[in-house]
């Protein structure tokens, strides 16, 4: 039987929640009601089916970002289970998956237990380039990629990928205006050079005055945001055998900073606002030639610079509020990153496998040298400090996917990395550890029918260790061990006539957790004199849980789709170095216990559409060395879309019901921040965006 499906209602057959069909599709389409699209996925070895993949991964398509109005990856971030993010700067660039996740970034290196990639650039470190205008798609793999990323990937990994070149004449643009001053003016052009090459181009250009007031200053635009994102792509194929594809990129964020209010609202004080910029220019090369019908080659280089310059004003307030107690300080981050990278990879074609042909494989060697100049500029010049960080990392790694039956297979791979660091800084610290890390995967997989795939796996994950750049702390807190994850994770995933549903369940078991803390150091009467920021190892911890994603066409006009996650994550209870200081075991920060996402897509007419969802969260502690925490909160978002011929209008709305919540807290324990209350202690608070509303124009060719 065939069924009349409107656009929309074919997109959400096709990939749950997630769509790559463009926006200039027509508006009503017949397709049999069997007829399922595959949705790659394309951050793996290999591309693979999502609904034959082996672990927990969402793939948000380029109709999800356009549903959300996203120009950020943090405004999708909610379309996928057990995924938050940090607050502090600007944008958000500290993720966190299953509850593990980096939270910051200022003197000493960091380790990111999420990596972040960008068509094929790694990104790890610098998440404010995370700009979604031409992204096809994204896709966040949950839980640890040692076999595939190493390092970078011990929770899980964020991989967005952008649109590809086409041999005829395409393009988009892309028009907006919203509330609180924002603007956005996006061109992208794709066609083909000759026969044999083809190219895109596309630039995006985001401001907006930012939701906070600065009443002291009487401006609106302190919190500003003014992005700039140019990408470039050129493939080039002489034949079926042969394709390069070489990827530019350039992300140019002037961002204020000025987020912290003394009364905890969204009008500040402060006389010097700070500052959260970036700027990077990235480049990729991949070459992958067939060699014969055995064997194919693949050979992958990257560079990436970056420099991030992220300020603040200490104080929060202006010289007067509070004559004979204030102070004012101003704080300043500059980072100057290089990342440099060069993979080699052979893979089998179907001539060459192995154990009587059951067997595919990889196998490859990987290179990366990253580089950090850092300059902390303080009004305390006490503070200042500079340093040198590299880091070198040689890897190998092979993986193999066996048929044991005709439904049963088995995936094994290793990976073997060494770190090679060295770390100098004007403190008088001077350290070079090495680290020899090991991680990998072994899955069981059944296709138990057409519909239906079922696995189980287990994962070893690995981060290195590092180093705390404060030259007054003892030897024993100046360097820190790697952390080991086992992950112990089963799932099904199921697709026919118009339901999708995907779950996963999974055990994590930490091992020498790397946590933020506060060295103190008490005075000779017994108080504490000092708090010094560093990170260390802490003991074991659990991180346990389950994610489900669904989507389902109820009528030819009304589709559902949901995002749920719930999260159960600690650590246990563990002594300082001098085994003095008892530190009591709890949740682990930046793990809700649930998150959820849950939409409707209603077709009113054969032109328009209307799309209403809700996500929220549970509160969560906000970092490891205090027990602040946020809010639990529920924010609902809608659009109407209105589409005809190549034209698509949309009319929309975030956090329609504004909604106060909080993305980031600070809780200084026994005093506080305020002057004016003789710094009595109290908590302060980010604030999450209010509603936004505002519309935007499409034209598709």
């Not at 990392?393 to 193999?400: D, E, L, V």
């Not at 030897?475 to 994850?485: I, Q, V």
Request: with cysteine; glycine share 8%; proline share 3%.
């Amino acid at each position: 039987m065939n069924h009349k499906l409107s656009r929309l209602s074919l997109a959400f057959l096709t990939c749950f929640h997630f769509n790559s069909f463009a926006a200039n599709a027509e508006p009503e389409q017949t397709i049999d009601s069997g007829d399922t699209e595959v949705i790659k996925v394309q951050g793996d070895f290999r591309e693979n089916s999502i609904q034959t993949s082996a672990i927990s991964v969402s793939v948000i398509g380029a109709e999800t970002i356009e549903r959300n109005s996203a120009n950020h990856l943090e405004a999708i971030l909610s379309s996928a289970a057990n995924l938050n993010f940090a607050g502090g700067t600007s944008r958000a660039r500290f993720f966190q998956i299953r509850g593990i996740g980096a939270q910051s970034e200022y003197d000493s290196p960091t380790n990111y237990p999420v990596g972040l990639y960008i068509d094929g650039v790694d990104y790890t470190a610098v998440g404010s380039a995370a700009t979604l205008f031409d992204i096809e798609q994204v896709e966040i793999f949950r839980g640890p990629q040692g076999s595939r990323f190493g390092a970078n990937a011990l929770a899980g990994l964020i991989y967005l990928q952008s649109a590809q070149p086409t041999d005829t004449a395409s393009g988009r643009i892309k028009a907006g205006i919203a509330n609180y001053g924002t603007k956005e003016l996006g061109v992208a052009y794709s066609n083909g050079l000759t026969d044999t090459t083809s190219f895109r181009v596309s630039a995006h250009q985001y401001v907006s005055n930012g939701f906070i007031e600065n009443t002291y200053l009487n401006r609106h635009d302190t919190n500003d945001r003014d992005e700039l994102t140019l990408r470039g792509k050129l493939r080039f194929q002489p034949n079926q055998d042969v394709v390069w594809d070489i990827n530019a990129t350039h992300i140019d964020i002037d961002n204020g900073y000025d987020a912290f209010s003394l009364d905890n609202i969204r009008q500040t004080l402060s006389d010097q606002p700070g500052q959260d910029k970036q700027k990077s220019t990235g480049l990729n090369s991949h070459l992958t030639i067939k060699l014969n019908d055995e064997a194919s080659f693949e050979s992958i280089q990257s560079f990436l610079t970056t420099d991030t310059d992220y300020g603040f004003d200490e104080d929060w307030t202006y010289v007067g509020i509070a004559p004979g107690w204030e102070y004012s300080t101003t704080d300043r981050n500059r980072h100057e990153k290089k990342n440099y990278s060069t993979e080699f990879r052979f893979l089998s074609e179907p001539g060459g496998r192995i154990f009587n042909g059951t067997t595919d494989w990889i196998t490859g060697i990987y290179w990366q040298k990253k580089q950090d100049e850092y300059k902390r500029t303080h009004a305390n010049s006490d503070y200042n400090l500079n340093s040198d960080f590299d880091n070198e990392k040689r890897a190998i790694y092979a993986q193999f996917d066996s048929q044991l039956t005709d439904q049963m297979s088995l995936t094994t791979g290793l990976r073997y990395e060494y770190h090679e660091m060295d770390y100098l800084n004007s403190n008088g610290v001077d350290l070079s550890p090495n680290y020899n890390l090991f991680g990998g995967k072994i899955s069981l997989n059944y296709q138990v029918s057409n519909d239906l795939f079922w696995y189980a796996s287990v994962n070893k994950g690995y981060m290195n260790g590092g180093v705390n750049s404060d030259g007054t702390l003892p030897d024993e807190a100046r360097h820190y061990a790697p952390e080991y994850l086992w992950n112990y994770e089963t799932g099904v995933k199921y697709q026919n006539k118009g339901l999708t549903a995907n779950l996963a369940a999974f055990y994590m078991q930490r091992k020498d957790i790397q946590v933020k803390k506060d060295f103190i150091i008490n005075g000779e009467d017994g108080r504490v004199e000092q708090f010094i920021p560093y990170i260390r190892n802490a003991t074991d911890g659990t991180s346990q849980g389950v994610e489900l994603d669904l989507s389902y066409i109820i009528t030819n006009s009304v589709q559902t789709y949901a995002s749920l996650g719930y999260l159960k994550a600690e650590y246990d209870t563990y002594q300082d170095e001098t085994n003095t200081l008892t530190y009591p075991g709890r949740e682990l920060s930046q793990s809700p216990s649930y998150t959820y996402n849950l939409g409707f897509n209603i077709t009113l007419t054969d032109h328009i559409w209307w799309n209403i969802e809700a996500e929220g969260k549970d509160n969560f502690y906000f970092s490891d060395d205090h027990n602040l925490k946020s809010k639990r909160y529920d924010l609902v978002n809608t659009s109407v879309n209105y589409q005809v011929q190549d034209v698509l209008i949309k009319l929309w709305a975030r956090n329609l019901f504004d909604q106060d919540y909080y993305i980031q807290g600070f809780d200084f324990g026994e005093y506080g921040n305020d002057p004016r209350k003789a710094y009595a202690p109290e908590p302060y608070f980010q604030f999450g965006a209010p509603k936004q509303f505002g519309i935007t124009a499409e034209y598709q060719f």
